[in-house]
């Protein structure tokens, strides 16, 4: 519930600012003033398919995080399970489609800042592909336990691009101003980040499915301290993100 808590805040942020800057410039048709915020790359004149798919890609994602929030919630699979299940379709459809479209913007559109970072967040996109599937497949058969570990691992690696933005601030700020990192996101801790930002939570979240079928009250005590350390991290990165990243384009 603490790492929840974290996570939810900080993807509403998330949330807020792809509406209120993304959203608003789209809905305006102010296209090119998708560049204000920093990015690789945004809008590009005269290249309307690029310009489209970025624009799907980004818009999706708000939809896509929020309906991942919804799946965590146990009194909407409790007392709303038709909400549960209509937002969990949305998200693994919308999961897919984001997964293909960031795959095609990386290496169609080129938009990267180093190789290493092409690599990783593609490898992120097909462990999405792949999950998403696994989890879609489980719920079809009705093996209803192994349909949750694998949606909980998709929305692990789904959000990975949000853990990498949290990561990042919560480097920045422990580490006095971001040691090893560059500009091309190809420094130590930036190939350490990128890779982590969703190795890491998967490696969590196996801990603490692990440890909800143990017996050992050791095993949970220590699964218990590493979520409340992962909360305590999500939450400074959060504020990082809002106070540096997110917040001059969440008004």
Do not use: C
Request: proline share 3%.
């Amino acid at each position: 519930m603490a790492w929840y808590a974290a996570a939810a805040a900080g993807q509403m942020a998330f949330i807020w600012m792809i509406l209120a800057h993304y959203g608003r410039k789209t809905l305006a048709g102010d296209l090119a003033g998708w560049n204000d915020k920093p990015l690789i790359k945004g809008f590009v004149a005269a290249d309307d398919g690029g310009n489209a798919m970025f624009a799907v890609h980004v818009l999706l994602a708000g939809a896509l995080t929020f309906a991942g929030l919804l799946q965590l919630i146990p009194i909407i699979r409790s007392r709303a399970p038709w909400v549960h299940r209509w937002s969990g379709r949305l998200f693994l459809i919308f999961s897919a489609f984001a997964s293909l479209g960031g795959l095609w913007l990386t290496w169609g559109r080129q938009t990267y800042l180093s190789l290493v970072s092409a690599i990783a967040v593609s490898l992120d996109g097909i462990l999405i592909l792949l999950f998403a599937a696994l989890a879609w497949r489980y719920a079809l058969t009705r093996d209803y336990a192994a349909h949750r570990r694998w949606a909980l691992r998709t929305f692990m690696v789904v959000n990975g691009v949000w853990f990498l933005r949290i990561g990042i601030m919560a480097w920045v700020l422990l580490s006095g101003g971001g040691v090893g990192m560059n500009r091309s996101l190809s420094g130590p801790a930036d190939i350490l980040l990128q890779f982590g930002a969703y190795l890491v939570p998967l490696a969590i979240l196996e801990i603490y499915l692990l440890a909800q079928q143990s017996a050992s009250a050791p095993a949970k005590y220590r699964a218990g301290a590493l979520l409340i350390l992962a909360a305590a991290l999500t939450l400074v990165g959060t504020v990082g993100a809002i106070a540096f990243m997110w917040g001059p384009y969440m008004l």
